[in-house]
Structure formats: C-alpha cells, structure tokens
T-cell receptor, first 110, second 116 residues
Framework: DAKTTQPTSMDCAEGRAANLPCNHS???????VYWYRQIHSQGPQYIIHGLKNNETNEMASLIITEDRKSSTLILPHATLRDTAVYYC???????????FGQGTRLTINP | GAVVSQHPSWVICKSGTSVKIECRSL??????MFWYRQFPKQSLMLMATSNEGSKATYEQGVEKDKFLINHASLTLSTLTVTSAHPEDSSFYICSASFSTTYNEQFFGPGTRLTVL
C-alpha cells in the first residue's frame, strides 16, 4: 500500500471550506485514495474515495492531482461536528486491509 | 443503511478474566469483518480479519490464543480477550464489509476495555 503523509493538525473556521492535503508520491497505478475520519471516541467513518478523477459526494470533494502524487479532501462548509482526525489511505481496490496512519487532527473553530 | 453495532460499549474487568465483545452488522450481510485496537492518542491498528465460517487471519504480533475471534454468521463476529491484563486496556473497534471488491468498511462505535 502507498505510504501517505498528512499534516499532523489543522484549524479551520466554522462555515469555511476545510482543505486537507495528503501526499502519496509512491502510489501505484491501481491504488485508490480513500478518506476516513474518526470523531473522538467513535469508530471511523468512510468519507470518499477516488482513483484518478475528482470525486464529490454529500460529505466532501476529493481532488486528485494529475500525477496522482497528492490529493486534497475538501469539506465545503465546515461545521463544529467536522472536528475529527482525518485519515488518507492508499490501497488497491479489493485489498481490504486498511492501514491507518496518524492522520490530520482537524479542529473547526466557532 | 450499513450500520454496525458493538456490545458492550465499555467494560471494566479484573485482571485474569476473559471478556467477549460482539460486533453485529444490523442491516447488511458482512462478507468480512475486521477487528482493530486503538491505544490513547494513537491510530487504529488492525488485529485480525475474519470471514464468515473460516478462521481469522491475525496480523503479525497479535496472539491468536489470546484474542479469540469467532465469525459464526454473516452478521455477527465476536472477539474474546482471554486472561485479560492491564496492558490489554484499549479501545477495540470492529468493522464490516459487504464487498470483496471495494474497500469501504463500516465501523462500529467501539468498545472501551479497562482491565484493573
């Protein structure tokens, strides 16, 4: 699985867009980028995933660079409930085993 | 949809006793279930992967005789921590997947185990 690098922590104002970067310079052609988040003392929650194209769902948008060496998760209008640790994971589709790094601790401030 | 429950949500036990944690997929059949452990201020660490009706596959360094996993049906997996010790105190989280194609896992709320 691709090694991913994320900032340890970030802050964002409530109502603003939160942009969380992830570097995955060693990602291989068949590895997807998955994002999960974990709110304090809860189980992780799936957010979004993508391979090459940008993706959007009801929770977030995922922007993947053309060379696929990095990506950005965008929470368009962050709320206090978005405060969590966000994990970026590179994994081959169907490989199933998720390897969680340290993630980015995102704090949304009022 | 895709809800996973865990029971109990927290448990306190004495050293040397065994504790069973249940993980249930409430509205889907899980082909695969996973067990993770998370120590304070650390990330999740995968302990084992289990498929219904077959033996669990344990990650390196996880003692299979200490952490017994049973996946008897497509909606239930159990983790038994045998002869628990204080160092086993942790947050145990299960997840379930209904697809062998995609990597989307649905996580339970976790069980906090404290061994005195």
């Amino acid at each position: 699985d691709a090694k991913t690098t994320q900032p340890t922590s970030m802050d964002c104002a409530e109502g603003r867009a939160a942009n969380l970067p992830c570097n995955h310079s060693t990602i291989s052609g068949n590895e997807y980028v998955y994002w999960y988040r974990q709110i304090h003392s809860q189980g992780p929650q799936y957010i979004i995933h993508g391979l090459k194209n940008n993706e959007t769902n009801e929770m977030a948008s995922l922007i993947i660079t053309e060379d696929r060496k990095s990506s950005t998760l965008i929470l368009p209008h962050a709320t206090l409930r978005d405060t969590a640790v966000y994990y970026c994971i590179g994994i081959i589709q169907g490989a199933q085993k998720l390897v969680f790094g340290q993630g980015t601790r995102l704090t949304i401030n009022p | 949809g895709a809800v996973v429950s865990q029971h109990p949500s927290w448990v306190i036990c004495k050293s040397g006793t065994s504790v069973k944690i249940e993980c249930r997929s409430l509205d889907f059949q899980a082909t695969t279930m996973f067990w993770y452990r998370q120590f304070p201020k650390q990330s999740l660490m995968l302990m084992a992967t289990s498929n219904e009706g077959s033996k669990a596959t344990y990650e390196q360094g996880v003692e299979k005789d200490k952490f017994l996993i049973n996946h008897a049906s497509l909606t239930l997996s159990t983790l038994t921590v045998t002869s628990a010790h204080p160092e086993d105190s942790s947050f145990y989280i299960c997840s379930a997947s209904f697809s062998t194609t995609y990597n989307e896992q649905f996580f339970g709320p976790g069980t906090r185990l404290t061994v005195l």
